[in-house]
T-cell receptor, first 113, second 115 residues
């Protein structure tokens, strides 16, 4: 199984809503990532978890709150988002060894209205 | 720091044409190099990779060779198809062990193949 599964695929939320994005992998990867991708741009790293601990936060606003409940799951909690937060949110995972690739999910297309 | 410079797009080719997308990088040590492809409305898929100098990655007719002397990892395909239309990202991952080493992406190249 080389899949990273993200749910939901599409999400429309108001600026006062609270929602969560979910990501799951069963490849035994101990590093998991959240990326944000705007149209026609490369993915931008938001957060990195290593061994279920947050190791990198790329100065992301606090309205985005990551959570890693266990080694297979990664959540991104959303609250009080702005329209400019509308984007494709990608989850990825990888092994913590050299020369290995990251596997990406299909993404959640988020629209903030 | 690490960086990846990728050929500006968009690139438009006719079916069966030869494709080259240039990619050069800046990094210390010996990073791993990747090409990812993103089809419309989808996530990123690994296309190919190379982990040391002179390695050639290949997949689905695409090839790229890790050139340490020119710090390059150009993507090539001898005969493109309409189904190859997508955005292609060159990326590197540092070689340091022990911690999560995130990818550094190039800006992406939009490829459109016309029938």
């Amino acid at each position: 199984d080389t899949e990273v599964t993200q749910t939901p695929k599409h999400l429309v939320m108001g600026m006062t809503n609270k929602k969560s994005l979910k990501c799951e992998q069963h490849m035994g990867h101990r590093a998991m990532y959240w990326y944000k991708q705007k149209a026609k741009k490369p993915p931008e790293l938001m957060f990195v978890y290593s061994y279920e601990k947050l190791s990198i936060n790329e100065s992301v606003p606090s309205r985005f709150s990551p959570e890693c409940p266990n080694s297979s799951l990664l959540n991104l909690h959303l609250h009080a988002l702005q329209p400019e937060d509308s984007a494709l949110y990608l989850c990825a995972s990888s092994q913590l060894v050299v020369n290995t690739e990251a596997f990406f999910g299909q993404g959640t297309r988020l629209t903030v209205v | 720091g690490n960086s990846v410079t990728q050929m500006e797009g968009p690139v438009t080719l006719s079916e069966e044409a030869f494709l080259t997308i240039n990619c050069t990088y800046t990094a210390t040590g010996y990073p791993s190099l990747f090409w990812y492809v993103q089809y419309p409305g989808e996530g990123l898929q690994l296309l190919l990779k190379a982990t040391k100098a002179d390695d050639k990655g290949s997949n689905k007719g695409f090839e790229a060779t890790y050139r340490k002397e020119t710090t390059s990892f150009h993507l090539e395909k001898g005969s493109v198809q309409v189904s190859d239309s997508a955005v292609y990202f060159c990326a590197l991952r540092p070689s340091a062990s022990g911690s999560a080493r995130q990818l550094t992406f190039g800006s992406g190249t939009q490829l459109t193949v016309l029938p």
